[in-house]
């Protein structure tokens, strides 16, 4: 087989998300992966993995088949999420304190939040967050996430990425 017909995608900083997505999903993802600087654990916001979700979103649907799909989720779960903080909480996403946050993400994993959109449900929107939060987190840095390596030397493994031969 040509490796040329593969070729790894590599990190070119296009992005999918706007500012105030990115910083919506990186609030989000620092829940999910927190960081434990006392002990020297490093986090999603640390790994760079939201770089890793709007590098993916960025792609051409021909990368990987679901990719139309997540930009969907994404921008309209994250419109979702912005309407019910505003509606229960009376300010934006952005302004909430981690507990309200996590409050909305323990909803979002039981499918509570009220008037949701019904184009997904809202476990599989968490599902997607928790899975691309890790992936951001431990994936070879040339898809945007793991910056320097950062995870990948926390747990030891410090060997560089390489394309796979395809022959």
């Not at 999903?25 to 620092?30: A, H, K, S």
């Not at 990948?152 to 395809?166: A, E």
């Amino acid at each position: 087989m040509n490796n040329n017909l593969y070729p790894f995608p590599i990190f070119n900083k296009l992005n999918f998300l706007t500012e105030k997505e990115y910083q919506q999903v990186e609030l989000i993802f620092d829940l999910i992966y927190p960081s434990d600087h006392v002990n020297g654990i490093p986090g999603s916001i640390d790994a760079k993995a939201v770089d890793f979700v709007t590098q993916l979103l960025s792609f051409d649907d021909k990368v990987y088949y679901k990719i139309s799909n997540w930009r969907l989720q994404y921008r309209e779960g994250l419109k979702e999420l912005e309407v019910y903080s505003l509606s229960e909480y009376k300010k934006p996403l952005l302004s909430l304190v981690k507990s309200e946050i996590l409050s909305i993400l323990k909803k979002l994993e039981k499918d509570e939040i009220t008037n949701w959109s019904p184009t997904f449900k809202q476990s599989t929107l968490l599902e997607l967050f928790i899975d691309h939060c890790i992936q951001g987190c431990f994936s070879d840095p040339r898809w945007g996430g793991n910056k320097n390596e950062i995870m990948w030397t926390w747990l030891g493994w410090v060997k560089p990425p390489q394309d796979i031969n395809f022959k």
